[in-house]
């Protein structure tokens, strides 16, 4: 079992698109694969059609029930952890709790040998939310817009990956960065992207970028995903080359 956290401290970069796209290019390759929506905003959740979930990740953090029963099936090999809007209050709930930085990574364990994939759609935010997806995971990428405040953004969740691996997860691995929604007609867009490889180090941004596309944004107000909604879009093909690429990483 591979746990794979998708994240960045800036918000609309893709975080949850990329989740889900990933997710279900994995499970039709015969891979099972968990998501967890570790965001409150529940986008993943919404976007996937579950509005008003009985059990979510909420309820597995807070003790309330195992990780097991916050499962639901998307699909017979893509299985989804919802949230809601009441996850906000694990900050506040857990800030007297010793080892609160581990508490998802002690739930996660329950999964082992029931699934290949679990992959974290993250917060945009620096909470302790953010900081359980980092402690729990063994890899992670980070998706960017081609903007500068984007690169602001990867330059601090580059530091939060680095304070976690030396402090919380030393197995913790950055696995690269991409770039989403990618307009290379634009000069700023490449100047960007040079920024970009000085930053990280040219084979640590991946060679697949994400193309505009608006399939992508269509796909999740209609509760689909962007196999289901335009399997022969710029997007759907584009996630699919950046999945084979984290596969090979």
Known sequence: MEIIAISNQKGGVGKTTSVSAISEILSKSGKKVVM?????????????????PEYTIQGVLFDEYGIEEAVEAINDNL???????ALANFEIEMLNEIGREYILKNKIKALEGQCDYVILDSPPSLGLLTINALSAAES??????????????LHEVLETIDKVKEFINPGLKFKGAYFNQYDQRKLLTRALTEEVKEMVGEEMLLN????????????????KSILEY????????????????????
């Open 230 to 249: 335009a399997p022969e879009s710029n997007g759907a093909v584009d996630f699919k080359n950046l999945t084979d690429e984290i596969i090979s990483r």
């Open 79 to 85: 299985l989804l952890i919802p949230c809601t809007k």
């Open 36 to 52: 967890i929506d570790l965001d409150p905003q529940a986008n993943l959740s919404k976007g996937l059609g579950i509005e008003k």
């Open 140 to 153: 992670v990428y980070v998706p960017i817009h081609a903007q500068k405040y984007s690169l602001d953004g």
């Open 208 to 223: 697949t970028f994400i193309r505009v596309n608006v399939a992508l944004q269509e796909a999740p107000t209609l509760g």
